[in-house]
């Protein structure tokens, strides 16, 4: 949507600044992808062009399997958190207490991931220790393992992490929603989740969205508190950290850094290109509706 | 399960009448309410926060004043590690961190927002939440290569100096870029630009369009239409991409490991060598006074701006 | 059996107390293997003979299912001591030198019966009765752990540039190096590391380098300070991958760091750099790491398993591809003779090279004014706090 105001140079240069911005922020990512066809790896002064690491990549069955547990806790924790964002925005609309519910919320952002960790370390260990009591008194053989760590203990610490980023996203989206529709629709008999699902869920959506996508990228990108509280797995961000400690990243490493980075640029690079083909054919539609006679 | 229709009335207090209250409502109908049993639900998140943060939380407090032995801790009550902490350097670059931190809030701000109120304005609608993802991109490889990625193009012999040097701009390599405070700067930046452009981007949701044709119209300039509109409109979303990128400077300890001087620090990884060392008394501490901190700035920014406002356009 | 195989059984385990998530349950499910595995905590550097641990099973004639692990000591004590370490592993690495004295005190390992480890009868001098090594792997008499790799931490430099061998710690403070010599982000070694200059170049007194005083560590850190203020340091390097990047980047020339450091870059800057590993005629901090059964492994039956890796620990087998790969010292002797009398694994020039290692170790081991790794000095406190300073300063 152009104004009659402005100018096409101007315009030409905006978009030249955000894509500049958008390269530089690109340029680890594709030093990267780069390096992961390096038969010496990161770092070298030397440089071969090789495929190898992409052909052995699949095979690294570390890696793989590692990656198979990032994407299993990515997904938990959109599953968990984003519901739970959800239904934290709503109450935040209708409860008293804003300021203390919105500290509450937002506090996990102030504590490093290391305390975090820990602390839930040592309540988890109290937890599983009050657990397994309760299991043997009760003859309850299911009940001794809750809290133990495994997968569900790195779950919550990831969704403790995640959760105020969820909110505060759903909540900038839900402010420009205006309730009175929800109100209009409980009027005309809907319940309150078909209110929210019919009526005001599709407005949100693309915000709902981001806050998934964000929520997958910070889960991703994770690697000290899963650290701590995972049970016996790893995930890609702890096989890294572990390689860059010890024994330095292998190239395997890097080509699956490689695949993952050219598989995400491939499909949102598509996206958008269809997006701008679309919006192009349908401002024209448009401009043809508009004026018919100027148009053709 | 529910009451009739005609009592399923608005959920603003506010909203008119038509209301149907039964005589005398039992002790479980006043429990659920009118929405029934859904409604404590919503209290679901809470009550978990509470479970998993808030309580572990109190409990940092509680051990930040035990004693320390050798390996792990006791409990008792002391100072010591507080002490410890302000006597001992770490206070200054603590400091240091901090003030780091806020030059990198204040450089994606300058760079990032921009971009938020360009991406409103001028690309088609259809196509916007598109190109905030390309924002997303670099996300997608860890945060650990990334970060390293930077060396080879910061470092004595990279690709920035390297090119520098090719079209004669300098003679010789500029090594302030990395290993140093503006090192780590430049690498918060690049790591956490990103925030500031989703959440600028969605707090200009919230700006209609016509409000810069009103600008317009009334022959507001660019920089005015800017400072006094738009920046007061989209507080919000400026506020929590500060937030994100601040706490995240403060807290990611990879940042100033791999791109910083010797032994540059940043409160995380402050916390993080206490903890190596297994003084977690010390630790614990170093993390309630984080909290405290930035408890503090908040209130600190209330009185001054009335922080209150920020959650007006949300309300 | 793979990792993912042992920790399907772990998630199903949680999986049954979480209704939440029992939607996972059935995404992709192998079969479960009949033996037990042993269940390995352990770092990447622990390996030889393959990307993944297949080479050591084959040897072991054992199962491992594995989990990575830094080098961290708070993460093996949160994980053993706090956290559900005795659950979850059957076996452990770590430094020793005090982690098995911390681990044992808090009964989280078990003693070990050398008689059941037919190697140990070909261990190192060093770790038998009376030897220097000895507490490195016991506590209060009784031996706690099987030492898998040593090494005596020294220098790494860049002699393209140099054009000369240093052999003293104190080229790590020639002002015509200013800015191009990093040090380890860690205080242990690199205080030990300068104690051991100070003490033997007699600059401070020091007693004892590996446990020193709050006043000589002050003192040591005050040098340290001096030439940090005058910009002598790059930076500190802390992580292989790091260690290696700024030797192979070309930013710095002099670099105290570990000898797999050393190895790593000089493979990667192929004849653009010649990166050597030089020995210091004042000493250097020596190290070990070593391999723990814990009390759970035990109750689990796992003692079998444990010794049969063990044994593969201090096999001549691993010793030399342990050399020849990371440059980390082996633990038994014979190791020479293994090398000579396998030319299929090792031919001439790779011989060469590692005999080549093995000698420069060993003498650099030798050094009188060494000094073991000492993972928890009595006066930590004084270490961490004046370690703050030197990074504030």
């Not at chain 3, 060093?126 to 898998?148: C, E, F, H, Q, W």
Request: with cysteine.
């Amino acid at each position: 949507m152009r104004d009659d105001y402005s100018s096409e140079l101007g315009h030409k240069l905006k978009w030249a600044y955000l894509l500049s911005i958008v390269f530089a922020l690109l340029a680890p990512v594709f030093y990267v992808i780069y390096i992961s066809f390096n038969e010496y790896g990161f770092g070298a002064r030397i440089y071969e062009f090789t495929t190898d690491w992409y052909r052995v990549v699949l095979g690294d069955t570390m890696l793989v399997a590692s990656l198979e547990w990032t994407i299993y806790l990515a997904v938990g924790a959109v599953a968990t958190t984003i519901p739970m964002g959800l239904m934290s925005a709503k109450l935040y609309k209708r409860t008293r207490h804003k300021v203390g519910f919105v500290t509450l919320m937002l506090s996990p952002l102030f504590v490093p991931a290391d305390i975090l960790a820990s602390s839930l370390l040592v309540f988890f260990k109290h937890l599983s220790g009050a657990f397994e009591w309760l299991g043997g008194a009760l003859g309850q053989g299911w009940l001794q393992t809750w809290f133990e760590l495994g997968f569900l203990t790195a779950l919550i610490g990831q969704i403790i992490y995640t959760l105020p980023y969820a909110f505060v996203v759903i909540l900038i989206t839900m402010s420009r929603y205006h309730p009175q529709q929800t109100e209009a629709a409980r009027g005309c008999g809907a319940n309150a989740w078909q209110a929210f699902w019919q009526v005001e869920f599709p407005q949100i959506k693309a915000g709902v969205f981001s806050a998934c996508a964000f929520v997958v990228i910070l889960s991703f990108n994770e690697a000290t508190r899963t650290a701590l509280l995972k049970g016996g797995f790893d995930t890609f961000s702890n096989v890294l950290v572990s390689q860059m400690l010890n024994v330095g990243m292998s190239e395997e490493s890097y080509a699956m850094g490689g695949i993952m980075s050219i598989v995400s640029m491939t499909v949102i690079g598509s996206l958008i290109i269809y997006t701008l083909i679309r919006s192009e054919r349908l401002e024209r539609v448009a401009r043809a509706k508009a004026e018919p006679l100027m148009s053709g | 399960m529910t009451v009739t229709r005609r009592d399923k009335s608005s959920i603003s207090p506010t909203a008119g009448g038509g209301r149907d209250i039964p005589a005398s409502p039992s002790a479980w109908q006043r429990l659920i309410g009118e929405d029934g049993l859904q409604k404590w639900a919503f209290y679901a998140p809470v009550a978990f926060m509470i479970l998993f943060f808030a309580i572990p939380m109190m409990l940092t407090v509680v051990w930040s004043v035990f004693e320390r032995t050798q390996f792990w801790m006791e409990p008792g009550f002391t100072l010591f590690a507080y002490e410890n902490f302000f006597n001992s350097a770490r206070v200054e670059n603590y400091l240091y961190s901090m003030i780091h931190s806020a030059w990198a809030v204040v450089i994606s701000f300058a760079l990032g927002f921009p971009i938020a109120v360009f991406v409103r304005r001028r690309v088609p609608k259809v196509a916007q939440h598109r190109v905030i993802l390309l924002f997303i991109l670099p996300f997608m490889i860890s945060e650990l290569v990334r970060v390293f990625a930077m060396r080879p193009i910061l470092g004595r012999y990279g690709i920035l100096n390297t090119f520098f040097m090719n079209i004669g701009l300098i003679d010789e390599p500029i090594t302030v870029i990395l290993f140093s405070p503006l090192g780590v700067i430049i690498g918060d930046v690049v790591s956490f630009l990103p925030f500031m452009v989703f959440a600028g981007f969605l707090a200009m949701e919230a700006v209609q369009l016509y409000v810069f044709e009103v600008c317009d119209d009334l022959g507001a300039g660019g920089v005015r239409t800017f400072r006094d509109v738009i920046v007061p409109l989209a507080a919000p979303g400026i506020f929590a991409g500060s937030v994100f990128i601040f706490v995240n400077g403060l807290g990611v300890a990879l940042v100033p490991i791999i791109l910083g001087g010797p032994g540059a620090v940043n409160a995380g990884l402050i916390v993080n060598q206490a903890i190596v060392a297994l003084d977690f008394p010390l630790a614990m501490a170093i993390s309630t006074i984080m909290i405290v901190t930035l408890i503090a700035l908040l209130y600190i920014g209330h009185r001054l701006f009335d922080l209150t406002k920020i959650l007006e356009p949300i309300n | 059996m793979k990792q993912q195989e042992f920790t399907r059984r772990m998630v199903l385990q949680s999986m049954t107390a979480a209704a939440a998530v029992t939607g996972l349950g059935g995404l992709s499910m192998r079969q479960a293997e009949a033996a037990d595995p042993l269940r390995l905590w352990a770092a990447g550097i622990h390996k030889v003979g393959a990307k993944d641990w297949s080479a050591m099973e084959a040897q072991a004639g054992i199962k491992i299912a594995y989990t990575t692990k830094s080098a961290r000591a708070d993460e093996s004590i949160q994980k053993m001591v706090v956290g559900d370490g005795n659950k979850l592993f059957d076996a452990m690495t770590d430094n020793g030198g005090g982690m098995e004295d911390a681990l044992a005190s808090q009964n989280v390992i078990v003693p070990l019966d050398t008689s059941k480890i037919p190697n140990w009868k070909n261990i190192l001098p060093a770790y038998r009765d009376g030897g220097s090594a000895l507490n490195t792997i016991s506590y209060k008499g009784k031996v706690y752990a099987t030492p898998m790799i040593s090494n005596a931490d020294s220098m790494a430099y860049d002699y393209k540039v140099l054009g000369f061998h240093p052999t003293s710690w104190d080229v790590l403070f020639d002002s015509q190096f200013k800015g191009r010599v990093a040090l380890q982000n860690d205080f242990g070694p690199t205080l030990t590391n300068m104690a051991i200059y100070l003490k033997q170049s007699g600059k401070i007194e020091i007693a004892n380098p590996s446990d020193m005083t709050p006043g000589e560590v002050k003192a040591v850190c005050q040098f340290l300070i001096d030439f940090k203020k005058k910009g002598q340091f790059r930076t500190f390097w802390d992580g292989f991958q790091n260690g290696v990047g700024i030797l192979t980047s070309g930013e710095v020339l002099l670099s105290s760091c570990w000898e797999p450091i050393q190895i790593v870059a000089n493979r990667k800057t192929g004849d653009k750099a010649d990166i050597r590993y030089g020995s210091m005629k004042e000493g250097h901090q020596a190290w070990n790491n070593m391999i723990m059964l814990t009390k759970g492994g035990r109750g689990r039956g796992a003692d079998d398993a444990y010794y049969k890796l063990a044994n593969v620990y201090l096999s001549p087998w691993f010793g030399a591809r342990t050399l020849a790969g990371l440059g980390f010292g082996a633990q038994m002797v014979g190791v020479d003779d293994y090398i000579k009398a396998n030319p299929k694994d090792f031919p001439a020039a790779k011989q060469k090279e590692v005999l080549d290692i093995l000698s420069r170790k060993t003498a650099r081991l030798a050094n009188k004014g060494n000094s073991w790794q000492n993972v928890f000095p009595k006066n930590l406190r004084a270490y961490q706090d004046w370690w703050a300073r030197l990074q504030a300063a």
